[in-house]
């Protein structure tokens, strides 16, 4: 619980260096403005723009951690994670597809979430068709699921070919970032995200078990099958919600539950808040440094129309990382 307290400190830590990192105005500005001050277009920025923006971050970063982790524990797989067992590339699909159909858009954000689920349960289930007897193998998992997570980006980008007109806006769902989220994403959000969560510490005592093994698990009385849907249907739905409030943020539900299960160990009960307070930290902290760098290459260029997307630094980051952790298990296990 200790290291929890001090994670959510150093959250709130992160958020606060967010809510500083834009370009308009400082850290005395924005501190002015929380304190009740500030004139009008100094408190429209920080309240309208900034404070949302860094909430929808944390909210999506712990939706991505959360998912992440159910994924890891529920397949006993250490390379599942949204974006690379079809989940991810399946929800963007199903936002880009139901967009360019007009069934869905930015001014209808509850369609757009319906649509990532629909988009991340075929994802998932094709993985499952495809995996088949293979699915407790996890090297052999994780192969099918880059595969079906590259088919599914193929057929996303063929539909902003076939309509890029319409489809030009959603182009950030593809990349993920935080810009532009206001007031109406965070309500959105944050109830889809406590629900969820609450379904995934829920599932804590029965995903322990499944990390044990589907035998081990059984002769505790578990029924491994319903189990493992049931987690599967929570890893899904909180991946679409992030999806839906951010785009796909590359690495982030593959690499935090690592994180989780290092700093909290296998418990499931701890692990999970963890991994959520971790993937809220590390979303929150890439949209930060995205908005720093922003300004050194605005400031480098003099032009302000320069603009890192969040998920470009968390997709840089996390394949660095994710060849360590790779490179590490491959010199642990010889």
């Known amino acids: 619980m200790k290291r929890l307290l001090i994670l959510a400190l150093a959250v709130v830590a992160v958020g606060c260096a967010d809510l500083v990192a834009g370009r308009a105005l400082g850290p005395s500005d924005v501190w002015r403005v ?15 723009l900034r404070l949302p923006r860094t909430l929808v971050a944390l909210g999506a970063g712990a939706c991505l951690g959360l998912a992440g982790t159910v994924l890891q524990a529920a397949l006993r797989n250490p390379l599942a994670g949204p974006e690379v067992t ?3 590339p399946g929800a963007v699909l199903g936002a880009v597809a139901a967009t360019g159909l007009g069934l869905a858009g930015w001014e209808s954000p509850a369609a757009v979430v319906a649509a990532a689920m629909i988009g991340g349960f075929a994802g998932a289930g094709l993985l499952w068709l495809l995996a088949g007897r293979e699915a407790d193998d996890p090297v052999g998992t994780a192969v099918y699921g880059v595969l079906v997570s590259a088919v599914l980006s193929g057929l996303t980008a063929m539909v902003l070919l076939v309509a890029p007109g319409e489809l030009g806006s959603v182009v950030q769902w593809l990349v993920g970032s935080t810009e532009g989220r206001v007031w109406d994403h965070w309500t959105l959000l944050w109830p889809w995200a406590l629900l969820w969560a609450l379904a995934a510490w829920t599932l804590a005592a029965p995903l322990t078990l499944l990390r044990c093994g589907d035998e081990q698990a059984a002769a505790l009385g578990l029924r491994t099958g319903p189990a493992r849907v049931a987690a599967l249907v929570c890893a899904v739905a909180l991946t679409a919600g992030a999806v839906a409030a951010v785009g796909a943020l590359g690495f982030v539900g593959l690499l935090v539950p690592h994180l989780a299960f290092a700093l909290f160990g296998a418990g499931l009960r701890v692990a999970l808040p963890g991994a959520a307070l971790l993937g809220a930290g590390v979303v ?15 400031d480098m260029t003099d032009t302000d129309r320069l603009s890192v997307p969040t998920g470009a630094l968390t997709t840089g980051v996390g394949a660095v990382l994710l060849l360590l952790v790779a490179r590490r298990s491959r010199e642990e296990g010889t």
Request: glycine share 16%.
């Open 284 to 298: 929150c902290g890439a949209d930060a440094a995205a908005q720093w760098l922003s300004r050194l290459l605005a």
């Open 34 to 48: 929380l304190s009740g001050g500030g004139d009008p277009l100094a408190r429209h920025i920080v309240l309208e």
């Open 86 to 88: 079809g989940v991810t």
